[in-house]
């Protein structure tokens, strides 16, 4: 995959002259990103809060890496691209700190919307219907088993919701997800479009001054069309084993 276009020079002096957030910095690189994606790259180093860790203050720093679409852009479009830019990282913050819980006042939390991180994964995507596996994956790759990543569930007299519930105590959400994860993945990101051969964007965490960089695992290619019948399927099954 080859893509040339000129130096974005308006770009260059935009990202010079933003200002934003107190303690975000943004920043021009020909970067190798991983996963054997490299190029021109926006790096917008943020720092703030660390959604699992409030108590720690305001020193919990990560760096966000976007592609600069090779386009010979005026200084409208790309001052245009580059707040869509700081939009996507609002967003990722938003399904970090967006938690409901039980009751008012109540401890448990859960974080319905939580980015999913995973190598392949793109962490600005809302997903409705992103798996646990998805939610306890780190950036790193590895597997958080500390935390409990359940879908909220409405306290509510309501038979879809009551059909969810016992699902759940039955077993059938565990027996079916190894099942649906792949139906789930295409729905929530792919659609019929052709599958990412690389990644859009990295999120890489930085906790003092080095960072680590995720690294390349490749995705089965799968559209919406082919995954519908067998989502058709491992719900009837599941409504089956319901009842």
Known sequence: MQQAAPFPDALSHLVKCLSYRPGWTFRLEDIDRGQGSKGLT???TTRGYNSYHTDRGESYRVNHYMIVPAASYDMRSWQRWLFDQLLLVEKHEAMEFFVLHDSPGSEHVVHPYAPSHGPGNDPYVVREVGTELDSKTSFRGEINEGLVMLPYVPLME???AEHQIIAIERGVVADTEKHMAQVRH???VSGDKDPLTGISRTYESRQGDEGDRLKAIPSPVTTAAMAMPRAASEC????????
Do not use: G, K, W
Request: no cysteine.
């Open 236 to 243: 009837t099954a599941a409504r089956r084993r319901v009842r």
């Open 42 to 44: 926006l790096i917008i």
């Open 158 to 160: 309501d038979p879809e």
């Open 186 to 188: 295409v729905l929530a």
